[in-house]
């Protein structure tokens, strides 16, 4: 059963620590999307990679936040300084990247509470 | 600037009448639509999608029907189920590019 594995599932930290979310897409999709939900804001995108290439990172906050993807079946998000505003819940989804269905496979998130 | 509205935050329907949710978008460019549902402590999945060549798509207990010259979709559910119980996430796309704009979702509860 292919699916998006997401750790940790809970981080806590205290401000100004960086922190780390790893995401493992599923094998052969070759899009992966970082989100943040938030109440306000619902699913918000921060950064998504074809075939490990940066396409857009607008939603992200620059001086803070970097996605990365070392190899195909790693995808980074961190956080540094981490702010108690960057508590959320962070998505990780793939995708194969073709076809007109564009329907994304999301993780089950890294829960985030900055103290 | 929301580009995707999901304007009722909660619905509660009973166990086997209908449940409507709707959904508004502004970008003329959206041409392909998704509806996603979420359970507490669980990412989204996908549940139904149309293609603006539509008006209506339909896949068992759920319907999506497309407005385009309103700008509007809306997910049918019959009957709800309580298992239908859930947070419901719309999402609209440009053609076949991959990203994705999602709603501020709309909590479903289905009461017995």
């Given at each position: 059963d292919a699916r998006v594995t997401q750790t940790p599932r809970h981080?806590?930290?205290?401000?100004?620590?960086?922190?780390?979310?790893?995401?493992q897409p599923i094998l052969g999709h070759n899009t992966v999307f970082w989100y943040r939900q938030t109440m306000m804001q619902g699913l918000e995108l921060l950064a998504y990679f074809r075939n490990r290439a940066p396409l857009d990172d607008s939603g992200m906050p620059k001086d803070r936040f970097s996605a990365?993807?070392?190899d195909a079946t790693l995808a980074t998000l961190k956080i540094q300084p981490s702010e108690p505003r960057d508590s959320a819940v962070y998505?990780?989804?793939s995708g194969p990247g073709w076809g007109a269905k564009n329907i994304q496979y999301f993780g089950a998130g890294t829960r985030l509470s900055v103290l | 600037d929301q580009q995707v509205k999901q304007n009722s935050p909660s619905l509660s329907v009973q166990?086997?009448?209908?449940?409507?949710?709707?959904?508004?978008?502004?970008?003329s460019m959206f041409d392909y639509f998704l509806w996603y549902?979420?359970?507490?402590?669980?990412?989204?999945?996908?549940?139904?999608?149309?293609?603006?060549?539509?008006?209506?798509n339909e896949d068992g207990r759920f319907t999506v029907f497309l407005n385009k010259s309103a700008k509007h979709l809306s997910l049918h559910i019959v009957p709800s189920q309580p298992g239908d119980s859930a947070v419901y996430f719309c999402a609209a796309t440009p053609g076949t590019a991959s990203k994705l704009t999602f709603?501020?979702?709309?909590?479903?509860q289905v009461t017995l």
């Open positions: 981080k806590v930290t205290e401000m100004g620590q960086e922190v780390t979310m790893r995401c990365e993807m070392p998505f990780c989804a | 166990e086997g009448r209908i449940s409507i949710l709707n959904c508004d978008y502004t970008n549902k979420k359970y507490p402590a669980e990412g989204p999945t996908f549940l139904i999608s149309i293609s603006s060549i539509k008006d209506k709603g501020t979702g709309t909590r479903l």
